[in-house]
Every structure is written in C-alpha cells, then in structure tokens.
C-alpha cells in the first residue's frame, strides 16, 4: 500500500486528558496499520467549533483557522491537511471555501495573520479523515488489514450532524449516508438499521440546555437498542461524548437503563487491524467496551 | 452614517452588518428550516419567521429573540432548503449582531456559554475544556455551582476515570507556542470585522 503523508489537525477535544483523547489514540493505531503518517500541524489553534460564532464573529473565526492553513503551508507543504473532529473538519472546510469565494475575505484575513507575520496561499486541501480512508485508501484496501474480524457484534451506525451536514462525504445522501455502516461491515461487525443515524446530539448546547440536548440523546440511544445494536459507532467527537457521558444522567431522572459504549469508527478499525484494548482507546471509555475488550489483543 | 441611519429599514441593516445577511432576502417563505430544526419545541420563532420579520422591519423583536440561541449547528436547515440559504450561518450572523449590540436576551444560557467558550480559546489558543466546564456550571454564583458540579459528579468522575479529563488543567493546560501572535491575529481580525460592520469595538 502506498505510504500516505497527512498533516493532521487533531483539535483541542483530542489532545492528551481531553473529552475525545481515545480518538486521537485509535485514530494513531489505525493509521500506523494502514501507513498512514500523521504529521501534527506544529502550533496549531483551536478551530473556533460551532458556538465560538457569539463573541467571535466572522473573521476572528476564518483568522484562527487560516492561521492552521498557514502553519500547513509552512511547514507541510502539499499534504493534505487532515481533521478527524467533525467539527474542526467544518469550520476549516468552511473557512477554505468562504475564502476562495472572497478575495476580500481573504485579503482581510491575510492583513490579520501579517500581525503574526504569516500568509495564507489558498494552498491548503482541507479533509476528513474518513475521507481518506473511503477516498485515498478505498473500502477494499482498507479490509487487507484486518486480522480479527468483530464477529457478531451489532452496531448502530451514527453520524450525527457535522460528517454529514452541510457538506458530507461526496456521492452520500444528508438523510442516510452509508458510509460509517460500510466501515463498521468491513471492521466485521453487523451494522442494525438504524432510524436516528442523522439525529443532532444537542451539540454544545449539551451544555447550556442540558435537558433539551438530553431528550435529543435519550432518542439516540433508545434507538440504538430497539434493532438490537450493542454499541453505537460514530466519527464526531461530541456526539461520542454527548451520546455517553449524559446516559447517567438521563437514567437518574428519567428511570431509564441505558449502559450502551459509544465508540469511534477508528476504534473498530483499530481492534479489527490487531491492535491491543489500549492502543484502540478502548480504557477511554466511560462505558465500556467490554466485547470489543475481549477481542482486542 | 451608522446603524441609526438604517433603523427605517431593517432589511439594509441586516444586508450591511450581519455575517450572510444579504441571503435573507431570498427565503420563499416554505417552512421547511422551521420543521427541520430538533430544537424547534423550544424558540420563539423560527428562521422562516426571523426572516419575514427581518423584511416587516421587526428590529426590537428580532433581535431580542431567543430563536438564534436554539441552534445546535446540526444544519438540517441548510441541507434542507430548497433556495440553499444558508440559514445556519445567517442564524449565527443574528447571534453575534444581536450579541454585539447588546440586544440579545440576557442571561441566556447558552448566549452565555457561547460567549465563554470564545473567551476561553481565544486566551490560551486552544480550549480548556476543564475552565470552561466550570466557568460554565459557576455562572450563577458558587452555591449554584457548588450544587451543579455535585450534581455531575457522576460524569466528571467517569470522564477522569477514562483519562478525558485532568483537574490539572486548572493551573494551565494546553496552549499554542505563539500565543502572542495568535492574540495579534485575533485582534487584527476584531478590529477589521468591528469597522466593517459599524460595531463600536
């Protein structure tokens, strides 16, 4: 297999300790097996995620962004820049696209980053991690790795908002995207029907409206359940967190019995590939994986 | 020749100041944002009513709404509309502008928590998510805080448990390297945005 070279963008929730730092580990041993080498944009900031729009208008936000593009330019010269966070992957592809419709956008932004003594080209190809993978790398390829197929395992795929909207993955539909079933067969699981694969997790407002984020969680998850899924699977990481951490809470005030893992595509793959229950991220589960524990070596 | 000058005509006023604005213009009326949205249950009006009331000259009630606040950025309602306004970002546009202006319903919560959340990436270039959490579940005071954080003990223990949270974040955590040109960046950016939308910075 071809080697591949991605400057990656991993993105504040993946950095060590943080919400989705188990990301970041599968995600490395995923990649190590498929010889993909990532290559951490050096410095990078914060991409400004969807709620950062309040106090940090338009072009603060394309500013942060194009400082990373910058940065990539610099030190990474023709490598795509890669994000695994659906929401980094939004706002960096949304920034590039804003940017090469408006040379006034990009003239404003480019006097912004001069105050640091950087230039963005409009050079930067801005992608998702799963779209090197069903892209670059392709759905047959991407099965040769696999030694430990997750047999009889069923999963509901869920992709949730931002992988999906408004820009997806190319040649799949907004209402139901395939692409993340597709991923959990080749991991050799059974990928359920599932009705909510599309639903938003309440996003940040997870946060400031905890309990009308937790009636969008609670259909997630009692939807994962009704085909019979054992886990939910999905590539974002606040609809992993969002869909895991608050399953407590909505048991406690709501007498329901949730205890569903909630894991990353790279996870499967990862387990799939060979790689141990660490190297998988599986012990940053705050439910966890026991099955896919057992599999992992 | 700031916004005063617009006030007769809210519509120029949107065009002029608010990020996407000049889309409003182009919404047909169908309603298909306003029966996409999953936080629908919940605001005052929908985007489809923003929008008309935007072209009414409604500036008070528009921009003291609560309806841009109950966006999630799922953008169901970008892939949904037929003349591909991009009703998201025009949402966001309102938030900010209304923010901006001070007319925005106060205490909001997640006004607040959007606003804290810039704040917290733009001092260090990277987001705390220990301070934010707290700074979020602190807002109303300790005793609230004190009671809220009690309350999610359960989750912020898991979250330790699972190494995806670290209490040392408090005393620093991550940052960029540059710090001092990434808050060149920002600032330069702030004042470009301020002058070309007539804010007062």
Known sequence: MAKKNIAFYPGCSSQRKSSAANYLTSARAMCEKLDITMNEIPDWNCCGASVGYAEGGELPRLAITARNFALAEQHLPGQDMVSTCAACWLATRETQERLAASPQLMQETNEALAAANLVYQGQVKVRHMVEVLIEDIGYEALKTPVVKPLQGIKFAGYVGCQTNRPFGIAGESFENPLYLDKLIEIAGGEAVPYDQKVTCCGGALAFSEPDKAQRQIRQIVESAYDPGAAMIVTPCPLCQANGEVYQSEINKKQNTRFNMPVLYYAQLLAVAYGATAAEAGLDGQVIRAARLENIAA | ?201
């Open chain 2, 1 to 201: 020749m700031t916004e005063a000058a617009y006030r007769n005509d809210f519509l120029k006023e949107v065009e002029a100041h608010v990020e996407a604005g000049h889309e409003v213009k182009r919404c047909m009326q169908c309603g298909v944002c306003a029966g996409s949205c999953p936080f629908g249950p919940y605001w005052q009006h929908s985007p489809q009513k923003i929008f008309m009331m935007i072209r009414a000259g409604k500036r008070e009630a528009v921009l003291s709404s609560d309806a841009m606040w109950m966006c999630t950025s799922c953008y169901n309602c970008i892939a949904r509309c037929p003349r591909k306004l991009p009703i998201t970002h025009i949402m966001h546009g309102l938030a900010n502008y209304a923010h901006r202006l001070g007319l925005a319903p106060k205490g909001q919560p997640t006004r607040d928590f959007a606003v804290m959340f810039w704040q917290n990436l733009a001092r260090r270039g990277r987001v705390n998510e220990l301070k934010l959490t707290l700074g979020h579940y602190f807002k109303d005071g300790i005793g609230a805080g004190i009671k809220q954080g009690l309350a999610m003990k359960a989750v912020g223990l898991g979250l330790y448990k699972a190494k995806r949270l670290n209490p040392l974040e408090i005393f620093g955590g991550h940052k960029v390297a540059d710090l001092s040109g990434f808050h060149a960046i920002v600032a330069k950016a702030r004042e470009i945005e301020d002058r070309k939308r007539g804010l007062a910075s």
